[in-house]
């Protein structure tokens, strides 16, 4: 068999990733259609040894599509699921989590194949949950605390364009400007990864939590901080998880290499440690550091790396797709 297929949002690193990973996972397509929300992007776009053309979104007929990957905006987003809710088209949205049911395969999430409207959780979110998940088999987990690291990717390409221009005025003693963040990115760390909600926590946070909590199978306590760092592709995290039982380092170890998305790279290797500079291109992820945390009882910490773009969007929503047709997943 194979599928017709859309996405919407090519503007987005996301739209692009995802086109890409089609092609690399031998996805069955009969037709793959590309659409962009602003008129301005369109463009001829590759697709393995094959040239697309990329059209505006308000131009496509959706409705004879067997899936829909939405990786634009949430409003244009919801405008499109609205208008697909009698159809038998099935959709994946990566633009907005709240209130869909979520997935994510690798870490056997998944929803029954009959389901129409399925979204994929924040790139953050999938990189904490891959690596909590498996250390369920060892213990209860009580407590998580999370410090991410979020690379200016996570907004798009014009957040990457802001943070080289930046640099760039800096050194020619200009004055930087900002658009896409709500002070300089360049050379500082911002505490605020999307909006602020009334509890002082930021949207960001607020979506880790609650994915993470509903994506994971057994309670516990998270406090989650986002912040942004100058770097252009990769997420950072560094965590700390605490259990109800003594644990051993070495059994954690165990447990992460039996998983087929995790790397550990640690003091025994020659790297020592992962920074994001050095996974680009990658859909595994990577942790380093793992130590005991001599200040709580029963606690680790560990640092966590991964491609958010590769790891976090494309190989992800590439995978429910899979699910959601019945396509014999590519090794």
């Known amino acids: 068999m194979s599928f017709e297929i859309a996405i919407i949002g090519m503007e987005s690193l996301g739209g692009q990733e995802i086109l890409t990973k089609l092609h690399e996972r031998d996805f069955p397509v009969s037709k793959i259609h590309v659409a962009c929300e602003d008129k301005n992007q369109v463009k001829p776009i590759s697709f393995g040894d094959k040239t697309l053309t990329m059209v505006h979104v308000d131009t496509l007929t959706l409705t004879d599509m067997d899936l829909v990957f939405l990786t634009g905006t949430a409003h244009v987003a919801s405008q499109i699921i609205e208008k697909l809710a009698s159809s038998s088209t099935k959709i994946i949205d990566l633009t907005k989590t709240e209130g869909k049911i979520l997935s994510v395969p690798d870490l056997e999430v998944f929803p029954s194949k009959e389901t129409k409207l399925v979204a994929a959780p924040c790139s953050s979110t999938i990189q904490l949950c891959q690596a909590l998940k498996p250390l369920d088999t060892l213990g209860v987990l009580e407590n998580v605390t999370v410090s991410t690291y979020h690379s200016v990717s996570e907004i798009g390409r014009p957040a990457m364009d802001e943070l080289f221009n ?66 252009f592709i990769g997420h950072a995290q560094a965590v700390t998880v605490q259990f109800k039982q003594d644990i051993d380092i070495k059994d954690v170890k165990t447990v992460w290499r039996d998983c087929d998305i995790i790397e550990i790279i640690d003091l025994d290797s020659e790297m020592e440690y992962v920074t994001p500079s050095e996974i680009h291109g990658e859909q595994q992820l990577f942790l380093s550091r793992i130590r005991k945390n001599p200040a709580m009882k029963n606690a680790l910490s560990f640092w966590s790396v991964t491609d958010n773009i590769q790891n976090g969007v494309a190989y992800n929503a590439v995978r429910i797709a899979e699910h959601l047709l019945g396509v014999e997943p590519q090794t």
């Open 166 to 231: 930046q640099v760039r005025s800096i050194y020619m003693n200009h004055e930087p400007k900002s658009q896409h963040f709500s002070k300089q990115i360049a050379f500082n760390v911002l505490p605020q990864v999307g909006d602020f909600e009334d509890n002082h926590s930021t949207s960001e946070e607020e979506a880790m939590t609650k994915e993470t909590l509903a994506l994971l199978e057994f309670p516990l306590q998270l406090a989650v901080h986002c912040t942004y760092v100058p770097t």
